[in-house]
C-alpha cells in the first residue's frame, strides 16, 4: 500500500483534536487517509484529500459526540466497504473490537490489508451478509451502517446482531417522514426502540447530517434474520 498524504496537516490535527485522539490515533489516521487517496484498491470514489478528511473521516468520527458509541465494547459495521465508519471507530476506540462486515470478496481483503498496515489487532473482516453471520447473534454493544439501505431494512439486518441493551447507529441526511414511520413500524417488531435522530455536523460545509438511533429493548423474534435478500424484497416497514 502507497501512502501520500498531502500537506494539510494542521485541519487533520484539529480533527483528530475535536474527538481527543493520542499521537499515535492521529498517525493512524493519517496513514488510513493516505490509503485512501492513494491506494489504486481502495474501493471509493472519493480521491480528493479535502473530501476523504471531511466525507470519509470526520463524517465517521462524528459518531462518538453518541454515548453509545463512545462506550461500546463491541462494533459490527455492517457493508464496511472501504472501511468507514469502521476502521476510523476502530481508531478512535482502541478498547473495542470492531467487525466489518462486507459481502464483496476484494472490499474485505482492501480492508484486512489495510487493519493489518495500520496495527489495528481488535478489528476482525467478516466476508459475508448480516443476514447469514449467525456467529454474530446478539452479540454487539453496536451496530452501525453508513450509506448501506432503507432505515426499516438496516434495522431488520441490525437487530439480530445486538444484545438487549444495545443500539444500531445509521448514517442518514436529510429526515424523510415516511422512510422514518416506516423504521418505526419495523422497529416495533423487531424489539428496537427509536430514539431522536441526533444533528451532528462532521464539518463546518456539511448540512442536513442525522445519526439515527435505534435501542434494542427486547429479544428479536427467532424468525429473524429472514433469508439472505428478504428484507430489502418485502420490507417489514412497508408490509
Known amino acids: 500500500m502507497t501512502e501520500a498524504w498531502p500537506s494539510f496537516e494542521p485541519s487533520l490535527s ?8 493520542t499521537e499515535r490515533q492521529t498517525e493512524q489516521l493519517r496513514r488510513f487517509a493516505a490509503i485512501l487517496v492513494s491506494d489504486e484498491l481502495a474501493p471509493t470514489t472519493v480521491r480528493d484529500p479535502v473530501r ?4 470519509h473521516l470526520a ?13 461500546a465494547g463491541a462494533i459490527a459495521d455492517l457493508g464496511a466497504g472501504a472501511g468507514v465508519p469502521g476502521i476510523p471507530l476502530a481508531i478512535a476506540l482502541p478498547g473495542a473490537t470492531v467487525s466489518l462486515v462486507e459481502g464483496n470478496g476484494r472490499k474485505c481483503e482492501f480492508m484486512a490489508a489495510t487493519a493489518d498496515a495500520l496495527g489495528l489487532g481488535s478489528v476482525a473482516v467478516i466476508h459475508g451478509r448480516a443476514e447469514t453471520w449467525t456467529d454474530g447473534l ?7 451502517a453508513r450509506a448501506l439501505a432503507p432505515l426499516d431494512v438496516v434495522a431488520e439486518y441490525a437487530a ?7 443500539a444500531l447507529v445509521a448514517w442518514r441526511g436529510v429526515r424523510e417522514p415516511q422512510v422514518e414511520a416506516d423504521a418505526l413500524r419495523a422497529a416495533g417488531i423487531l424489539g428496537l426502540s427509536i430514539a431522536e435522530p441526533v444533528r451532528v455536523q462532521p464539518y463546518k460545509e456539511a448540512e442536513n447530517r442525522h445519526l439515527h438511533v435505534m435501542l434494542k429493548v427486547s429479544e428479536t423474534p427467532s424468525r429473524f434474520p429472514r433469508r439472505d435478500g ?3 424484497k418485502r420490507p417489514l416497514g412497508r408490509a
Open 59 to 71: 463524517d465517521a468520527l462524528v459518531a462518538l459526540e453518541l454515548p453509545v458509541i463512545r462506550q
Open 52 to 55: 476523504v478528511r471531511d466525507d
Open 230 to 232: 428478504v428484507a430489502r
Open 138 to 144: 446478539g452479540r454487539f454493544d453496536v451496530v452501525t
Open 14 to 21: 484539529a480533527l483528530a483534536a475535536r474527538f481527543g485522539l
Open 160 to 166: 439480530p446482531l445486538l444484545r438487549i441493551g444495545g
